[in-house]
């Protein structure tokens, strides 16, 4: 009888043996914690399709961020949303904004014991829902430009660590970029949502952050989800423009790009595990068809394995919690 030369289940014979062998290990610090902020409302607020997630009264804020940085998680993602929208946005400029209110909150209580990062957007303030302005029933490019760079400098000023742009704006890097470094805010980096797709895992997400464009959809900025050479340019796009991290989102559907990512390109990637990958997972354990941490353990390590360097995730809080526990 021959024997098979290589036996690769030696290396699989215990639990040390295995943790020896390990190649990705998740950790908390690989996590980003999103949040959503909403402009006067006294008592947390409910998301139907993403159980367990909240938006949050300002006053909330400071214990929330405590809850996340005494788990381990090194950043936060701030959302908005206001009380009043108009064909601008304006509120996501406003230095009285939501954003603004509950970045300086979290600013004067942690000091730099936190990564602030904020979503610098427009389609949470805009009364039509889309992520730019309109003109001429279009979304008006770089007349969207002005306005985003305004929002950024507006979050800079309250004291963000990062702006994280997904408006995908053609020059949204550069024009924030040169925007922040007129303002003296050279310190401030920028994660951009680099290839943002066009994707159906955002619903449950347009409830929660009630964004849901009025009319039309964003096929005209966002990226089809068809397209891998045309994600890399945006990549590559975002690189010359001076971005410090690119991100590629949704993450799931998409661990291609970021191992493409990786390999081409030595910036830090951070992947957006959006939130139709939480409601997926989350119903399909409500009905006890998978297991919900050990589904969220297999699904992290992945996009972990596949390249990214950290995971904007809804799990953030209870993946970093089983992960202290085991
Ligand atoms: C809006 C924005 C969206 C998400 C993040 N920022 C929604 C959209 O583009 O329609 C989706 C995030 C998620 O689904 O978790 N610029």
Redesign the pocket.
């Known amino acids: 009888m021959s024997f098979p030369t290589r036996r690769l289940r030696r290396l699989r014979t215990s639990e040390k043996m295995r943790e020896l062998v390990q190649e990705t290990r998740l950790s908390p610090s690989d996590l980003i914690c999103?949040i959503f902020v909403q402009e006067d409302i006294k008592t947390r607020i409910k998301i139907e399709s993403m159980p367990s997630i909240e938006r949050l009264p300002l006053d909330d804020v400071t214990d929330e961020v405590g809850t996340i940085s005494d788990l381990g998680i090194p950043a936060i993602m701030l959302?908005g949303i206001p009380s009043n929208k108009d064909e601008t946005g304006s509120s996501a400029f406003d230095d009285n904004g939501i954003v603004q209110k509950a970045i300086s909150q979290v600013r004067e209580n942690f000091g730099d014991k936190i990564v602030i990062m904020a979503?610098t957007?427009l389609?949470?303030f805009t009364s039509t829902g889309h992520?730019g302005v309109i003109s001429n029933n279009k979304v008006d490019n770089d007349a969207s430009l002005e306005l985003l760079a305004k929002t950024a400098v507006s979050q800079a000023k309250a004291g963000m660590d990062t702006s994280s742009p997904?408006?995908m704006m053609d020059g949204q890097v550069a024009a924030i970029r040169n925007a922040l470094d007129d303002e003296g805010f050279s310190d401030v980096s920028i994660m951009s949502?680099a290839a943002?797709h066009r994707?159906n895992?955002?619903?449950?997400?347009?409830d929660?952050?009630a964004?849901?464009p009025e009319f039309g959809d964003?096929k005209t900025y966002?990226m089809p989800y068809t397209n891998a050479r045309e994600a890399m340019m945006e990549v590559e796009t975002d690189i010359n423009e001076g971005v410090d991290i690119v991100m590629i989102?949704?993450a799931l559907s998409y661990l291609d790009l970021i191992s493409e990512t990786r390999r081409r390109f030595n910036i830090p990637v951070a992947a957006?595990s959006?939130?139709?990958e939480?409601a997926l997972v989350k119903a399909a354990s409500q009905l006890g068809y998978v297991n919900e941490n050990e589904v969220t353990d297999e699904i992290l390590s992945s996009i972990k394995r596949a390249g990214a360097d950290m995971i904007v995730t809804?799990f953030a809080k209870s993946a970093a919690k089983f992960m202290q526990e085991s």
């Open positions: 999103p959302f979503d957007c389609c949470q992520c997904s408006a949502h943002k994707s895992f955002y619903s449950p997400f347009r929660a952050a964004c849901a964003r966002q989102k949704p957006y959006v939130s139709g939480y809804y």
